[in-house]
């Protein structure tokens, strides 16, 4: 995707390159940052990963809104500095849950589900017959 095209458009007109680059910036953070929740919902491998990765990019795009936050237009700022702030802390809450604990939560219900889950974690998990088997 040429990204010099996407912000020369006609729809970007009055609004600062810096402004757009950071809302580019900032929703592909959110978006692997949500896409991380799911995973380590399903104890999928990859999610500890996402949300790492997730966790200090927004930090850093954080540091660097805040140091360049002189663009003029505070609605805008605060908006984008609450979705980052929401989702940055569940992300947080997500990254830092041991799993024997969120598989304990999952199954509450089935001790001896969580049980197998929590002894044979490593074990992939090919078949998608085997993953209905699970959570029948």
């Known amino acids: 995707v040429p990204l010099r095209s996407r912000i020369k458009k006609a729809s970007f007109h009055g609004i600062s390159k810096?402004?757009?680059?950071?809302?580019?910036?900032?929703g592909w953070i959110l978006s692997?940052?949500?896409?991380?929740?799911?995973?380590?919902?399903?104890?999928?491998?990859?999610?500890?990963?996402?949300?790492?990765?997730?966790?200090?990019?927004?930090?850093?795009?954080?540091?660097?809104?805040?140091?360049?936050?002189?663009?003029?237009?505070?609605?805008?700022?605060?908006?984008?500095f609450v979705r980052l702030g929401i989702i940055w802390l569940t992300s947080s809450f997500f990254y830092f849950i041991p799993e024997d604990q969120l598989i304990d939560f999952v199954y509450r219900n089935r001790p001896e589900r969580a049980k197998e889950l929590k002894e044979n974690r490593f074990i992939e998990q090919d078949s998608l017959d085997t993953w209905q088997e699970w959570h029948k």
């Open 32 to 80: 692997i940052l949500c896409l991380g929740w799911p995973f380590k919902w399903m104890f999928w491998k990859g999610s500890q990963t996402m949300l790492a990765f997730g966790i200090s990019a927004a930090v850093f795009l954080f540091i660097a809104m805040v140091s360049f936050r002189n663009d003029g237009n505070r609605h805008f700022s605060r908006k984008v």
């Open 18 to 26: 810096r402004r757009v680059v950071f809302s580019i910036a900032v």
